[in-house]
């Protein structure tokens, strides 16, 4: 029988700041070599764990341990975290935070740095680290002009630098695009399989994850692990929906097709044995006859006509870009980083203007509009609500631009209002902004957007880093401003979830170009356009090919169905 | 205040938290020096940086609102093109001492005894530092003709006072305000 | 917004560029010196050509450097010397010990030739200085000049302040751009279309968020950097000191020669046998010089002295 590498018996932890502890009972055996999935929603307790396994607690966060935690041999409460750093290497959720030198060499070496390691053993260690990452090329890159995938695999080759024997991953896709995550996952296993290491990881993005094969999945809520099982056994039971974990969409789908979960292999669509039950059962599933989600017709609210942009005069950020939104769309804009989504959204704000084109505003040309006066027709939110926010008090950070507007006292009180209820912070309303949580800011800043009273939304990543509880609740509000207050919502986003479940259509950008305007099932059943965005396939495209079905409208139906659901509840 | 609190409020504690906030701010003080001016008249602007060791010391003390102020000014003038000029980053780093100390004690209470605290250290601060240190530096250093360095001086802490009194003493309020721990909060 | 700034992340590919962080800052300090050392003009001259020289084998996009070289340094100093003009018109004869008058406006206001000589020797120190900073800063790598500063003997850990702050420096530029552009679209005017007063109030509402974000993120730096290990031993290695080129070892030595003239110059002729003024000048003999007390010539000083007397 082997030795456990970590071992938490009857642990608990309370920061100092808290009245309660946010881990209980935990025990908790994790073997040398094993792969394991830590699994929860924000709040349940994972990252605080990962933190008692690394050292940050009790180095970086007081606070009172209760039980033990033993590390490789070593008991964390009275270890350094400078040896724990020996035999643990922590690769964080925070993948710009966690890059503090200036070049991609210098990053890799931190750790040798800080060991004194002479420059002239460095070198090497640079090199073999680099290349087992796949970043042998960039060591004299900096930064700021890497992807949050590269930055990421700078941060793997970092930790490895003390050669370590465990690897923990705080939300290893939390700050990457579809493809980059998808690229993560598989870099990740090979390194486990290659270097036999155990490898520790925390998401709440379970479908993501296992794209390659874990060995375990601890699920973890309110601080105490609620579930220690094999992957399939996981998707088998009804815990996930219990604890608030998306499944994976095409489980989703064979669960709307009433399929049995027996099958073999259920948590790698791949190796999936699916029985002739249920493939005939999600074949008929699939080709069953429903209502179309109809098109809109209402008249166009923005339209972009041969748009061109550039920063400097050398390179077009944009090139002739043309599109029109219709009032009360739900829109994609996908894309890339530095593909141009990002620069459109400005041209519509009015931040920067179009070198040449014209943009319509709801008839108007908006060469003839202010900043502000473009600002009382679109509201545009930012990706991080704390970027937004001034004032101390919920109320008051709705009511900033009113104020700044002197809008009469009762008209304001009146928008305010409106905005808070609709975003359900109306019985909050005298709160503090500091004691909500990140989903909550969230809501106030869409809020604060509301009380202005523009027609369009652009919200930048709603959901980004957000765990599915409260995707669902930003979804839900920002439907209800849709479909009750008819306003039209832009989504700039990664968040292949969002587009299937609250878009109507996509517009896809590539390279400053724009390569697709169309409905959200056709886009993604697009391979072209999936590579050029820096998408994946989902896995109902995959569920399709293997049932041999057309994807387009295999993926059709499902969104069909979906909102048949929706409009039924 | 014990002690070991006015220790604190001077020297702070330099745990990586502190290197990190300090660096942060020296870089915002970067940023600000060469973006964030508030244009009063033609060619001359009022600079906010000098809100960073307000921010600084109201949450670190004293000695690390004075050390991100001077890197600060520093890296600004690197990367601005400015040219070093020593005789005032040295200037700042003394004015941001006392500037720092009064936004560490107002952070602590948010009282009206500490904000008037808070106004003298200001006034005094930057006296003293663009009055003497200064002053005396630029003679040293470029032999300067003094009575323009004064007036300079003047219009500097003139300035100076007045972004940490009228910006930073409302970002100190909601500093003081948002950071404070919260209980009992109850849905109307 | 539209300086740019000059920061250079990645070592260029000239003889400058690849000298060691510590060469580069050795060099910069005691040019430095050397610079503030004097106000001898054929010492700055000199000086400024090294530095002008440096620039130039740099091989440098001159188009930003000329930018700042008009903007921000000869407006500060024009604007100093009419002012100067205004309030000290006899600023020649304290620094350079004699006053031949070439136009007179009034008593108190005239310009004479020493006037003239004073703010070209003024603006050639600045302009010597302007150039090493910018020499430095063109050569110089942010972690470089962490490392070299290290060399130099500055602790550690004021080193990472150095070398964090360039990191964050470009990141924080964006936030404050982004901050401001959603608050313009809130309504903020920032222009001069608000009275002083507004925009002072305004810029809370700006620089509130930009800090919250830009303090936000210390935990989690401070976090990486603690679970690699930093602040480990009393020392650290720097992968930015690389090994010394062919080159190092020369501008080494020329650095300690240029030290030890700036150390003899200021023994020999600003301590022992001091130049009776500041200011050495060709058409004012030594003997000729007339000594004032520069404390005298301050406004403050003349108002007492005003007062006394009547």
Redesign the interface.
């Given at each position: 029988m082997k030795e456990p590498i970590i071992s938490f018996k009857n642990f608990g932890f309370r920061y100092k700041q808290q009245k309660n502890p946010t881990l209980f009972d935990i025990d908790l055996d994790i073997y040398p070599g094993e792969k394991i999935l830590i699994l929860g929603a924000s709040g349940s307790g994972k990252t605080t764990l990962c933190n008692c396994i690394n050292g940050l607690i009790p180095f970086s966060y007081e606070g009172e341990i209760t039980g033990t935690c033993t590390v490789n041999g070593t008991e964390t409460s009275s270890a350094s975290i400078f040896r724990l750093s020996d035999s643990v290497g922590t690769v964080l959720q925070d993948t710009d935070a966690q890059f503090v030198g200036l070049s991609v060499g210098e990053d890799i070496a931190f750790s040798m740095e800080n060991d004194m390691v002479p420059r002239a053993e460095m070198l090497p260690v640079i090199e073999k680290n680099a290349s087992m990452v796949g970043m042998q090329d960039f060591i004299g890159h900096v930064p700021f002009n890497l992807s949050g995938g590269q930055k990421q695999k700078v941060a793997i080759a970092g930790v490895f630098g003390n050669d370590v024997e465990i690897l923990i991953f705080d939300e290893p896709l939390a700050s990457l695009d579809p493809q980059m995550g998808m690229t993560a996952v598989e870099l990740i296993d090979d390194i486990s399989k290659e270097t036999g290491k155990t490898v520790i990881i925390i998401e709440h993005r379970l479908e993501d994850v296992l794209h390659r094969h874990v060995d375990r999945i601890i699920l973890m809520s309110a601080g105490r692990i609620v579930a220690d099982m094999s992957p399939d056994d996981l998707l088998r039971s009804s815990l996930l929906s219990e604890y608030g974990i998306r499944e994976p969409l095409y489980l989703t789908a064979m669960k709307y097709a009433g399929c049995s979960l027996d099958d073999n292999n259920l948590c790698d669509l791949d190796a999936l044995e699916l029985s002739s039950d249920n493939k005939e059962r999600l074949k008929a599933f699939f080709t069953e006859e429903r209502e179309a989600v109809k098109e809109n017709t209402n008249e166009p609210v923005v339209t972009f006509s041969d748009v061109s942009y550039s920063y400097d005069s050398r390179k077009k950020v944009l090139r002739d870009i043309s599109f029109e939104i219709r009032r009360g769309e739900r829109i994609a804009i996908i894309g890339r980083n530095g593909a141009g989504k990002s620069t459109a959204a400005k041209l519509l704000c009015g931040i920067i203007r179009p070198d040449a084109g014209t943009i319509m505003l709801e008839g108007t040309d908006t060469s003839t509009l202010s900043v502000k006066e473009i600002g009382e027709k679109v509201g545009y939110v930012m990706q991080d609500p704390n970027t937004m926010i001034v004032k101390d008090i919920i109320k008051d950070e709705v009511g900033l631009a009113l104020e700044i507007r002197s809008i009469p006292q009762d008209e304001a009180e009146r928008r305010i209002n409106t905005a808070l209820e609709t975003c359900g912070l109306y019985r909050m309303r005298n709160w503090p902004v500091d004691s909500i949580s990140y989903g909550q800011k969230k809501r106030v800043t869409v809020a604060s957007m509301m009380a202005i009273e523009p027609d369009i939304f652009v919200l930048d990543e709603p959901t980004a880093g957000q765990d599915y509880h409260s995707y669902t609740e930003i979804m839900k509000f920002v439907n209800t401003l849709n479909r009750e207050y008819g306003k039209t919502i832009l989504f700039i986003t990664h968040d292949m979830h969002l587009a299937i479940e609250n878009t109507d259509r996509a517009i896809v950008f590539s390279d400053g170009e724009l390569i697709a305007s169309d409905r959200v099932f056709s886009v993604l059943a697009d391979p072209d356009v999936i590579s050029r965005a820096s998408l994946k396939q989902t896995s109902l495209y995959t569920l399709a090919v293997k049932l041999g079905l057309d994807p387009e409208s295999t993926i059709r139906h499902f969104i069909e169905y979906e909102r048949e659901v929706e409009s039924l509840e | 205040m014990s002690n070991k609190n006015v220790g604190k409020s001077l020297v702070g504690v330099?745990?990586?938290?502190t290197?990190?906030?300090?660096?942060?701010g020296?870089?915002?003080f970067?940023?600000?020096m060469?973006?964030?001016g508030?244009?009063?008249f033609t060619?001359t602007s009022?600079t906010?940086a000098m809100?960073v060791p307000v921010?600084v010391g109201a949450?670190y003390g004293a000695l690390p609102a004075a050390?991100a102020a001077g890197?600060?000014n520093v890296?600004a003038?690197?990367?601005?093109?400015?040219?070093?000029w020593?005789d005032w980053s040295i200037g700042n780093l003394c004015a941001a001492c006392f500037v720092g100390l009064g936004a560490y004690m107002l952070m602590n209470r948010f009282s009206t005894k500490n904000v008037v605290i808070y106004i003298v250290l200001c006034v005094l601060g930057n006296g003293l530092a663009f009055g003497v240190v200064t002053p005396i530096l630029t003679?040293v250093?470029?032999?300067?003709?003094?009575?323009?360095t004064?007036?300079?001086a003047i219009y500097g802490s003139l300035s100076n006072i007045?972004?940490e009194v009228?910006?930073g003493l409302?970002?100190l309020y909601?500093?003081s305000?948002?950071?404070?721990?919260?209980t009992n909060?109850e849905?109307? | 917004m539209n300086n740019k700034l000059i920061i250079n992340y990645t070592p260029g590919p000239t003889m400058m560029h690849k000298l060691t962080g510590f060469t580069k800052v050795f060099l910069f300090a005691v040019m430095s010196a050397a610079i503030i050392s004097t106000f001898d003009i054929r010492l700055l001259v000199p000086l400024l050509i090294i530095n002008v020289i440096e620039i130039v084998s740099m091989k440098p996009d001159y188009k930003p450097i000329v930018v700042m070289f008009a903007i921000t340094f000869v407006t500060v100093t024009l604007v100093g010397n009419i002012m100067l003009f205004f309030v000290s018109p006899g600023v020649g004869l304290t620094n350079v010990g004699a006053e031949h008058v070439i136009w007179r406006i009034s008593d108190k206001l005239y310009l004479s030739k020493e006037f003239l000589w004073y703010i070209f020797v003024f603006f050639i120190k600045r302009t010597a200085s302007f150039a090493s900073v910018i020499a430095f800063a063109l050569a110089t790598t942010p972690s470089e000049f962490a490392s070299g500063l290290n060399k130099c003997g500055l602790n550690y850990k004021i080193c990472t302040i150095v070398s964090l702050a360039y990191r964050t420096i470009p990141d924080i530029a964006n936030d404050f751009i982004n901050i401001r552009n959603s608050m313009m679209m809130r309504g903020v005017e920032l222009s001069k279309k608000a009275s002083v007063g507004k925009r002072l109030k305004n810029t809370v509402l700006i620089l509130v968020p930009l800090i919250f974000t830009a303090f936000g993120k210390v935990g989690n730096i401070a976090n990486a950097m603690d679970l690699r290990g930093y602040g480990k031993h009393k020392k650290r290695t720097w992968y930015a000191e690389h090994e010394k080129t062919r080159w190092d070892p020369v501008i080494r030595a020329l650095t300690v020669l240029l030290l030890a003239l700036t150390l003899y110059y200021i023994i020999r002729y600003r301590i022992i046998d001091p130049y009776p003024v500041d200011y050495w000048c060709p058409w004012v003999p030594r003997e000729e010089i007339q000594q004032t007390n520069a404390i005298d010539t301050l406004f403050i000083i003349k108002w007492i002295k005003r007062l006394k007397g009547e």
């Open positions: - | 330099w745990n990586t938290k290197i990190v906030a300090v660096a942060i020296a870089a915002l970067g940023v600000l060469n973006y964030g508030i244009p009063v060619n009022l906010t809100i921010v949450m050390v890197v600060g890296i003038d690197l990367i601005g093109g400015w040219g070093l020593f003679a250093f470029y032999g300067s003709e003094l009575n323009v004064f007036i300079q007045l972004v009228v910006v409302p970002v909601l500093l305000k948002r950071t404070a721990a919260r909060l849905e109307e | -």
